[in-house]
């Protein structure tokens, strides 16, 4: 089946510009996380959605950064007045069940940021 | 909150022998350990994962390991091939409701043929 999708791919912002990133999860999963990917990094977690409802927001670097799953699905993440430090890759990943974790995290290719 | 170390950051190895990546971890309440290979520009393939109640499993050329005394996992790779050539991270997963994952810093495996 389909697995996870990210759009853009790619996007060049400049300074101060808003964007917003889409994440469509594998259907019927539950779980769906955000991670931010700096260059010659792993991944490192910003948020966390179980359906719509977000549980975990603690990743998120500052007040510029939003993430939405109104209905359990589709998730965006938007970053207001983007600046340099966000240049980075944003991974979407999803999983299946919530209770109890050891779930598998399938990720999407990733929307690699430029801020310039 | 959990932090995880990986060591080395690079590996070479001749085509053919075995790549061995270490990984340890500090919060004792993980007992979710996967390992992720992603090759330049595409996303991470999950490519084994242990749980804290096994200590080895085996995939096949891949095995991972896991001293949950000492908090540390390992990443074993048999009979290397040009395509296992990727970046390998290690995550650990806190048994707090809440599945985020803690990656390593990565390591960069090179296979010489």
């Known amino acids: 089946g389909a697995g996870v999708s990210q759009s853009p791919r790619y996007k060049v912002a400049k300074r101060g510009q808003d964007v917003a990133l889409r994440c469509d999860p594998i259907s019927g999963h539950v779980s769906l996380f955000w991670y931010q990917q700096a260059l010659g990094q792993g991944p490192e977690f910003l948020t966390y959605f179980q359906n719509e409802a977000q549980l975990d927001k603690s990743g998120l670097p500052s007040d510029r950064f939003f993430a939405e799953r109104p209905e359990g699905s589709v998730s965006t993440l938007k970053i207001q007045r983007t600046q340099q430090e966000d240049s980075a890759v944003y991974l979407c990943?999803?999983?299946?069940?919530?209770?109890?974790?050891?779930?598998?995290?399938?990720f999407g290719p990733g929307t690699r940021l430029l801020v310039l | 909150g959990e932090n995880v170390e990986q060591h080395p950051s690079t590996l070479s190895v001749q085509e053919g022998d075995s790549a061995v990546i270490k990984c340890t971890y500090s919060?004792?309440?993980?007992?979710?350990f996967p390992w992720y290979k992603q090759e330049l520009g595409k996303r991470p393939q999950l490519i084994i994962d242990i749980r804290s109640n096994v200590g080895e499993k085996k995939d096949q050329r891949i095995a991972v390991t896991l001293n949950k005394t000492a908090k540390h996992f390992s990443l074993h790779i048999t009979e290397t091939q040009p395509e296992d050539s990727a970046v390998y991270f290690c995550?650990?997963?806190?048994?707090?409701?809440?599945?985020?994952?803690?990656f390593g810093t990565g390591t960069r495996l090179t296979i010489i043929p």
């Open positions: 995550a650990a997963e806190s048994n707090f409701g809440n599945e985020k994952l803690t």
């Open positions: 990943a999803s999983s299946l069940l919530a209770s109890g974790g050891q779930e598998t995290q399938y």
């Open positions: 919060d004792s309440a993980s007992n979710y």
